[in-house]
């Protein structure tokens, strides 16, 4: 059964207008539309030492993705989410915007890659009621890029409902 069902063409086109510079912010470079927010397991940002001494063993792994798991899933709850992926090549490239085909093949998406050696597993959304981007990142910390401060709030608040925290750049 298939993940994700690509939306139509007209949603594709006000996606793409609503989401500018998305291969930038996805290749990790500045862009003037987008603030960026972090959901983390940590209360606050690691100093180099904490980080160079953070080796969690099996069970605080799966409490950490666990953690970052329910966040997602009190965030799908709350606001339509939906997939991208990018289609063509470096400046010819665009998002193709998809939405869950079921809950289930949403949730399983929605569990994180852990330890996954390669970014290519991890989560990457659009939340189009908050203009906001969601993408999985490395060492227990996922990134918001939002394009309105308003919508932090209510990030912080599925932060809290879900034992994690939201930090400000």
């Known amino acids: 059964m298939r993940k994700f069902i690509n939306l139509s063409k007209n ?3 006000k996606l793409d207008k609503k989401f500018p510079d ?3 912010i996805y290749c990790v470079k500045d862009t ?3 603030k960026r927010v972090a959901i983390t397991v940590f209360d606050h940002w690691l100093t180099l030492e904490e980080f160079q001494n953070d080796f969690p063993d099996k069970n605080e792994r799966l409490s950490r993705n666990k953690s970052l798991h329910d966040f997602a899933k009190v965030m799908s709850k709350n606001t339509e989410i939906l997939n991208f992926k990018f289609k063509g090549k470096w400046e010819r490239c ?3 915007f998809r939405e869950f085909s079921s809950q289930e093949s ?3 998406y929605l569990h994180p890659a852990g330890d996954n050696d390669s970014s290519d597993k991890f989560c990457r959304l659009v939340l189009p009621e908050f203009s906001a981007v969601y993408f999985e990142s490395w060492d227990y910390t996922n990134i918001f890029y939002i394009q ?7 990030i912080k608040k599925w932060a809290s409902e879900s034992g994690v925290y939201c930090l400000e750049y």
């Open 148 to 154: 309105d401060d308003k919508v932090i709030p209510e």
């Open 94 to 96: 665009y998002p193709s």
């Open 22 to 24: 998305l291969f930038k």
């Open 106 to 108: 949403m949730d399983n």
């Open 32 to 34: 003037p539309h987008y």
């Open 11 to 13: 949603r594709q086109v």
